[in-house]
């Protein structure tokens, strides 16, 4: 069974940075791709940055600048580097996987998200 374990969130002020990582287990198959999608009280979840496999990153056009994405594809580890937090920063920040199996199809995997809280 998949599972995606987030951390490194918390409670920063206004101008901090913080570094989440999200370890994937369990893996059958391939992973496609890795990425961190944030949710904030009230809002709809949205993309903050992809990475596939081959190092190939994608950001939502409001997070490019203080938002980096990598990857350690030897641990299934993806990471998300956030510099000057914003207050509007805070939200739950969930890890994804996609996983290719043997039949080429692929699944989706959601952790359990981890909390940032920007103070101002």
């Known amino acids: 069974q998949v599972q995606l374990v987030e951390s490194g969130g918390g409670l920063v002020q206004a101008g901090g940075s913080l570094r989440l990582s999200c370890a994937a287990s369990?893996?059958?198959?391939?992973?496609?791709?890795m990425g961190w999608y944030r949710q904030a009280p009230g809002e709809q979840r949205e993309l903050v940055a992809l990475?596939?496999?081959?190092?190939?990153?994608r950001y939502a056009d409001s997070m490019k600048g203080r938002f980096t994405i990598s990857s350690n594809n030897a641990e299934n580890t993806v990471y998300l580097q956030i510099n000057s937090l914003k207050p509007e920063d805070t939200a739950v920040y969930l890890c994804?996987?996609?996983?290719?199996?043997?039949?080429?199809?692929?699944?989706?995997?959601w952790g359990q998200g981890t909390q940032v809280t920007v103070s101002s």
């Open positions: 994804n996987c996609l996983v290719e199996n043997w039949s080429g199809r692929i699944y989706s995997y």
């Open positions: 990475i596939s496999s081959g190092g190939s990153t």
């Open positions: 369990g893996i059958i198959g391939s992973i496609n791709a």
